[in-house]
């Protein structure tokens, strides 16, 4: 949260961090800036993967996207929730966590986790495949951060090469990578243990044309950025065949 508002204060900006306890139950940390604002219809989608806006302004540049999903993710796994504000570009931002209060009281019931919180995650064997280093990263994290053991490779060759040295369950590969731009799910599909592995295709291409090449490249499933995260959590729990039924 720090990073995000230093990164989009101009010197001889403010940034104000409070901390206070709305009632017995909850913790709020706020975090203001009077950097350059977020504009209104970026706001509903801040916190997904991969969000950028489409204007120009400072905040925009760089994308703060999966940075702040990450946040979220975090926040999530404590039973809490973030929240951004922002009157207009130009005017600064703020942004809101709310946590629960562990309170140690035996007449005290335990603070109720947030619904956001899902059932506990099956551990997956994950390969992620990126060449922008910060989505790539972050990605990984954030998997990590789900209980996943997960591998890394920033371009087509290496994504082939992690594949066949780790042998994951799930691959998640971008699509226009450098070396073996495209042909990454074939590559993988035309040996033995690559047929057995679940291969998605994150990209921002989102057409019917789009999906149908990624599905003839031996892809199971085609997830289209800014992504949703609870629905890449959802594919990760599901069996290989459930994934490629929901695709077609």
């Given at each position: 949260?720090?990073?995000?508002?230093?990164?989009?204060?101009?010197?001889?900006?403010?940034?104000?961090?409070?901390?206070?306890?709305?009632?017995?139950?909850?913790?709020?940390?706020?975090?203001?800036?009077?950097?350059?604002?977020?504009?209104?219809?970026?706001?509903?989608?801040?916190?997904?993967?991969?969000?950028?806006?489409?204007?120009?302004?400072?905040?925009?540049?760089?994308?703060?996207?999966?940075?702040?999903?990450?946040?979220?993710?975090?926040?999530?796994?404590?039973?809490?929730?973030?929240?951004?504000?922002?009157?207009?570009?130009?005017?600064?931002?703020?942004?809101?966590?709310?946590?629960?209060?562990?309170?140690?009281?035996?007449?005290?019931?335990?603070v109720a986790v947030s619904t956001a919180t899902r059932e506990l995650t099956v551990p997956r064997r994950i390969l992620v495949a990126d060449d922008n280093a910060d989505s790539l990263e972050s990605l990984a994290a954030l998997l990590r951060c789900d209980g996943h053991e997960v591998y890394t490779a920033c371009d087509g060759?290496?994504?082939?090469?992690?594949?066949?040295?780790?042998?994951?369950?799930?691959?998640?590969?971008?699509?226009?990578?450098?070396?073996?731009?495209?042909?990454?799910?074939?590559?993988?599909?035309?040996?033995?243990?690559?047929?057995?592995?679940?291969?998605?295709?994150?990209?921002?291409?989102?057409?019917?044309?789009?999906?149908?090449?990624?599905?003839?490249?031996?892809?199971?499933?085609?997830?289209?950025?800014?992504?949703?995260?609870?629905?890449?959590?959802?594919?990760?729990?599901?069996?290989?065949?459930?994934?490629?039924?929901?695709?077609?």
């Amino acid at each position: 949260m720090l990073n995000n508002a230093t990164k989009y204060t101009e010197p001889g900006g403010q940034i104000n961090i409070g901390v206070t306890c709305s009632g017995e139950e909850l913790v709020e940390i706020r975090v203001r800036d009077s950097g350059s604002g977020i504009s209104p219809e970026l706001l509903p989608r801040l916190f997904n993967l991969f969000t950028q806006s489409d204007s120009t302004t400072h905040r925009a540049e760089g994308g703060l996207d999966i940075r702040l999903a990450l946040v979220r993710k975090r926040v999530e796994m404590h039973g809490g929730t973030v929240a951004a504000y922002s009157e207009r570009t130009s005017r600064g931002s703020q942004f809101l966590i709310r946590l629960p209060l562990h309170i140690r009281r035996p007449q005290r019931k335990p603070v109720a986790v947030s619904t956001a919180t899902r059932e506990l995650t099956v551990p997956r064997r994950i390969l992620v495949a990126d060449d922008n280093a910060d989505s790539l990263e972050s990605l990984a994290a954030l998997l990590r951060c789900d209980g996943h053991e997960v591998y890394t490779a920033c371009d087509g060759e290496q994504a082939v090469e992690q594949a066949a040295k780790h042998r994951p369950e799930i691959a998640l590969l971008d699509i226009g990578m450098p070396k073996l731009d495209g042909e990454v799910g074939k590559k993988i599909c035309a040996e033995a243990w690559g047929r057995a592995m679940t291969l998605i295709a994150l990209t921002g291409w989102g057409q019917d044309t789009d999906r149908k090449r990624t599905a003839e490249a031996g892809f199971d499933a085609h997830l289209v950025k800014p992504l949703d995260i609870s629905e890449l959590f959802v594919y990760l729990q599901l069996p290989a065949e459930t994934i490629t039924a929901i695709a077609k």
